[in-house]
């Protein structure tokens, strides 16, 4: 069964840096054809999208709240997507998750195109 998990959360300053790490395992049709986005969450809060990286339509998106700070990168050799984290703020506190599917990136996705779910990993920044 495919599935997807994060690492890398922790407890960080304001202004410092985590990064995120989605490691996808068990994609029959291959890790790359998958576009990845990570979403967050945080305590009696929705669920927000952060970011999004496609694989071979090439298409990206960043919420405005974490543009500049946040980068995408991915090693399809190692089915691994990543989200840089920079210049965290206390609001970007929550539990940060990753779907991996087949669409091309933009805000609204639709949900259903979201084949897999990762448990999430927290990311709390606090002084």
């Known amino acids: 069964q495919a599935q997807v998990a994060e690492f890398g959360g922790g407890l960080v300053q304001p202004g410092g840096s985590l990064r995120l790490s989605c490691v996808a395992s068990?994609?029959?049709?291959?890790?790359?054809?998958?576009?990845i986005f990570w979403f967050r969450q945080a305590p009696g809060k929705e669920r927000e999208g952060v970011s999004c990286?496609?694989?071979?339509?090439?298409?990206?998106w960043t919420a405005d709240s974490v543009k500049g700070r946040f980068t995408l990168s991915r090693d399809n050799a190692n089915n691994t997507a990543y989200l840089q984290m920079d210049s965290l703020v206390p609001e970007d506190t929550g539990v940060y998750v990753c779907?991996?599917?087949?669409?091309?990136?933009?805000?609204?996705?639709?949900?259903?195109?979201?084949?897999?779910w990762g448990r999430g990993t927290q990311v709390t920044v606090s002084p």
């Open positions: 990286l496609g694989s071979n339509d090439g298409t990206s």
């Open positions: 779907a991996a599917g087949i669409f091309y990136c933009f805000e609204r996705v639709p949900k259903d195109l979201y084949e897999y």
């Open positions: 068990g994609f029959s049709s291959g890790f790359h054809y998958y576009s």
